[in-house]
């Protein structure tokens, strides 16, 4: 009898000890697969390509990192291929044919492009201008032979520079520029709106974090796995005279940044420096105190890059006033190396001495 109770509690041990061996299995398994589910969530990828005549820089988090990257690449170089007047056949190229001629259809977002221009323009006394293609072909920045207009040329092709000739009617998608030799160039909003189309494919692609850049404009998307701020780097204008290339970094938890800087586009002659940042008003380049003037706005790249380059036409003053009625933020550098940032501007550290930032 005694053995027999014996040889009873060496089995139940035996399943006991089985039984503890399925169970310890399975807790591994879980754990197995929560980390390789956290691993996917929290991996990094780095990607580079170029579109708008300029990089786009991704930094993507979660899973199907490539995809969501090819993905929003492909958005931004589809958003080209409809306001671009260099592509032929885009909205804008087509409106640009048939100025003077006739209302043509277009894509729903090119008409809220427009749109959106028209209002900056207007707000702003017409120093931007989405009609500025007329002046700004006859500053042929990205030739080699770089030759500034004179005021005779400039003067000539002023007249053909008018948003309010520009129509646009967004709840039928169609647009029209009043007189023929009129044009529009989208150069100032395009890399912004860029940042949009991006954002938008990365909450469709199931990303849980992403940040991009196109051109001088950025977005940011979602969380970074350990929950920090986005860190933006604010470039010094005079990063080629300093040897330093960041001024100073700003964090940002959603939203959009643009910088416009007289130093992003520059070319000599007769040892005058041109930059690229005409005033519409007058055709030539805007010569203030300013050098650079950067804008965040929390939903909308492209307005960030309108206004980035409305408030450099304007001046300090003006400019933070238009900022202001858009419920925008800015931070703007002047040519003393002085900094100043509007009363909501997200955090921001400077990191150069040579610098000051106002009170």
């Not at 929003?72 to 003077?100: C, F, H, M, P, Y």
């Amino acid at each position: 009898m005694r053995h027999f109770i014996r040889t009873l509690t060496l089995r139940q041990q035996k399943r006991l000890t089985l039984a503890l061996a399925c169970v310890l299995a399975a807790v591994l398994l879980v754990l197995v697969l929560l980390w390789s589910r956290y691993s996917e969530l929290t991996s990094r990828l780095e990607t580079t390509g170029f579109a708008m005549g300029s990089f786009v820089q991704q930094t993507v988090y979660g899973p199907g990192g490539q995809e969501a990257s090819d993905a929003a690449l492909q958005a931004v170089t589809g958003l080209e291929n409809k306001i671009s007047w260099r592509v032929e056949d885009s909205d804008v190229a087509q409106l640009n044919d048939n100025a003077g001629v006739e209302w043509i259809s277009i894509d729903e977002k090119t008409a809220e492009l427009l749109s959106l221009c028209l209002d900056v323009a207007e707000r702003s006394g017409g120093v931007f201008d989405p009609t500025i293609l007329p002046i700004s072909k006859l500053w042929s920045f990205d030739e080699d032979d770089f030759s500034p207009p004179g005021q005779e040329t400039i003067d000539r092709f002023l007249p053909y520079v008018n948003y309010e000739d520009l129509r646009v009617k967004t709840d039928e998608c169609s647009a029209s520029l009043k007189y023929h030799y009129m044009g529009i160039d989208l150069g100032s909003v395009g890399k912004g709106a860029g940042c949009d189309e991006a954002v938008a494919s990365y909450e469709a692609s199931g990303l849980t974090g992403a940040i991009v850049a196109v051109g001088g404009s950025v977005g940011v998307y979602g969380q970074k796995p350990d929950g920090s701020p986005w860190s933006i780097t604010v470039r010094n204008p005079y990063s080629a005279e300093d040897g330093e290339e960041s001024l100073g970094v700003m964090e940002v938890e959603t939203g959009f940044v643009s910088t416009s800087g007289s130093y992003e586009k520059q070319r000599e002659a007769d040892g005058v420096v041109y930059h690229h940042l005409i005033n519409a008003n007058t055709g030539w380049p805007e010569d203030n105190e300013l050098v650079s003037v950067t804008v965040y706005t929390e939903d909308s790249g492209a307005l960030s890059d309108l206004l980035a380059t409305a408030a450099f036409l304007l001046g300090p003053e003006e400019g933070k006033a238009l900022l202001e009625a858009y419920g925008a933020q800015g931070l703007f550098i002047f040519r003393d190396r002085t900094v100043e940032t509007t009363e909501g501007f997200p955090s921001f550290t400077l990191s150069l001495d040579s610098f000051r930032l106002a009170e």
